[in-house]
């Protein structure tokens, strides 16, 4: 028997935690219910008369401990009003059949549905997020907080879906655990790459960014590593990638054991190698195979590790941002790969005004 949908309460307090391309997640507070007062304390000394207290949703039921408990140690993700996200209801039952039979269960990002519409939560947060497009607003009265919106996200908001997704919470808890993040990429080479490639498809792909940032007088990423060494078997290759992602000399150990012991990064590469055998140019934008190659090539990584500070610890790892991608993504995954192609990004063969530095697994051999 499927278990009914959890109603998002009126009284939950939501505050905006970060956002992505495609989502917005916030940070969960439920309330859990008391008893009702008497008389004398309700209407007690200092207690402004009925008129004046907020009316409550008569037609929302009065949450249980137990409504209450199944937000405990979730966020609220949801998605915005984009061609190519899908209602939640159809990522997650595309998670399910798709996502879920890969992966075991403790190495996803659980999630499930949420019912929106009685909170109002959608028309509430779009308005919080338009006041936080404003330098540093704030709204005194609303239980919905916000933090400065990131400039490049102003002017997209929330779609008006029916649904949201409760996502396990990967951020540090009261135990005080560290949490790393990391959008592994492409952990093999794109079937469209030229044979003689001196840089993977993501490496290529940020050289290319980086030097239109150089050209816009901009700061060029930093994040310089090559996923290719992610599931390499050179300790070279797994220290130089644990020091770009984990300079913290205290932590890096760690970090690195989990590297060469993992099963999770290795399983990923294997999906995207199966799932897309042909490349952008010859495979189906609407066969699933390949949007799912595509999916586990977007997804991030979450690492939460023991707070006794040793690296003997069990870590927790999962993989989350696992949205079926839409097939009208199609073209942008063309275009981008001609230019890398085009341009020279992939042989390191570009212009001379713009030319990047080879840090690539593929540029050592």
């Given at each position: 028997?499927?278990?009914?949908?959890?109603?998002?309460?009126?009284?939950?307090?939501?505050?905006?935690?970060?956002?992505?391309?495609?989502?917005v997640?916030y940070?969960?507070?439920v309330?859990?219910?008391?008893?009702?007062?008497?008389?004398?304390?309700?209407y007690?000394?200092?207690?402004?008369?009925?008129?004046?207290?907020?009316?409550?949703?008569?037609?929302?039921p009065?949450?249980?401990?137990?409504?209450v408990?199944?937000?405990d140690n979730?966020?609220?993700r949801?998605?915005?009003?984009?061609?190519?996200?899908?209602?939640?209801?159809v990522?997650?039952?595309?998670?399910?059949?798709l996502?879920?039979?890969?992966?075991?269960?403790?190495?996803?990002?659980?999630?499930?549905?949420?019912?929106?519409?009685?909170a109002?939560?959608?028309?509430?947060?779009?308005?919080?997020?338009v006041?936080?497009?404003?330098?540093?607003?704030?709204?005194?009265?609303?239980i919905?907080?916000?933090?400065?919106r990131?400039?490049?996200?102003?002017?997209?908001?929330l779609?008006?879906?029916?649904?949201?997704?409760?996502?396990?919470?990967?951020?540090?808890?009261?135990?005080?655990?560290?949490?790393?993040?990391?959008?592994?990429?492409?952990?093999v080479?794109s079937p469209?790459?030229?044979?003689?490639?001196?840089?993977c498809?993501?490496?290529?792909?940020?050289?290319?960014?980086?030097?239109?940032?150089i050209r816009?007088?901009?700061?060029?990423?930093?994040?310089?590593?090559?996923?290719?060494?992610?599931?390499?078997?050179?300790?070279?290759?797994?220290?130089r990638?644990?020091?770009?992602?984990?300079?913290?000399?205290?932590?890096?150990?760690?970090?690195k054991h989990?590297?060469?012991?993992?099963?999770?990064?290795?399983?990923?590469?294997?999906?995207?190698?199966?799932?897309?055998?042909k490349?952008?140019?010859?495979?189906?934008p609407?066969?699933?195979?390949?949007?799912?190659?595509?999916?586990?090539?977007d997804?991030?990584?979450?690492?939460?590790?023991?707070?006794?500070?040793?690296?003997?610890?069990?870590?927790?790892?999962?993989?989350?941002?696992?949205?079926?991608?839409s097939?009208?993504?199609a073209e942008?995954?063309?275009?981008?790969?001609?230019?890398?192609?085009?341009?020279g990004?992939?042989?390191?063969?570009?212009?001379?005004?713009d030319?990047?530095?080879?840090?690539?697994?593929?540029?050592?051999?």
């Amino acid at each position: 028997m499927v278990p009914p949908i959890p109603t998002l309460p009126s009284k939950a307090a939501l505050v905006y935690l970060g956002e992505g391309a495609a989502n917005v997640v916030y940070r969960i507070s439920v309330p859990y219910p008391t008893p009702p007062p008497s008389q004398v304390e309700e209407y007690g000394e200092g207690t402004p008369p009925p008129t004046d207290i907020e009316i409550e949703d008569p037609d929302e039921p009065i949450a249980s401990a137990s409504d209450v408990k199944i937000f405990d140690n979730k966020l609220l993700r949801l998605r915005k009003n984009l061609a190519t996200t899908l209602p939640c209801a159809v990522s997650q039952a595309n998670w399910l059949r798709l996502i879920v039979p890969m992966f075991g269960s403790e190495q996803l990002v659980d999630q499930f549905l949420v019912q929106l519409r009685p909170a109002r939560a959608i028309e509430r947060l779009n308005k919080q997020l338009v006041e936080s497009e404003k330098p540093r607003s704030t709204s005194k009265n609303s239980i919905y907080t916000h933090e400065a919106r990131p400039p490049k996200r102003h002017g997209i908001y929330l779609a008006n879906d029916e649904h949201g997704l409760l996502v396990t919470d990967m951020t540090p808890g009261p135990l005080r655990e560290e949490v790393m993040e990391f959008k592994p990429k492409w952990l093999v080479q794109s079937p469209s790459a030229p044979t003689n490639a001196k840089r993977c498809r993501q490496c290529a792909k940020r050289a290319r960014a980086n030097a239109k940032a150089i050209r816009s007088g901009h700061d060029v990423s930093r994040k310089t590593f090559c996923p290719l060494d992610f599931v390499s078997q050179k300790t070279t290759d797994i220290d130089r990638i644990t020091s770009q992602l984990e300079p913290d000399a205290r932590k890096a150990p760690r970090f690195k054991h989990w590297l060469q012991s993992n099963t999770l990064l290795k399983r990923l590469k294997h999906a995207q190698i199966q799932l897309d055998p042909k490349g952008c140019f010859k495979a189906d934008p609407e066969d699933e195979k390949f949007r799912l190659a595509m999916t586990l090539r977007d997804c991030t990584v979450f690492l939460k590790y023991p707070s006794n500070g040793r690296g003997d610890g069990k870590v927790e790892a999962r993989i989350g941002d696992l949205d079926l991608k839409s097939s009208g993504k199609a073209e942008y995954w063309r275009t981008t790969e001609r230019d890398l192609i085009n341009e020279g990004w992939y042989q390191a063969t570009e212009k001379e005004s713009d030319r990047q530095p080879l840090t690539c697994s593929l540029s050592r051999k």
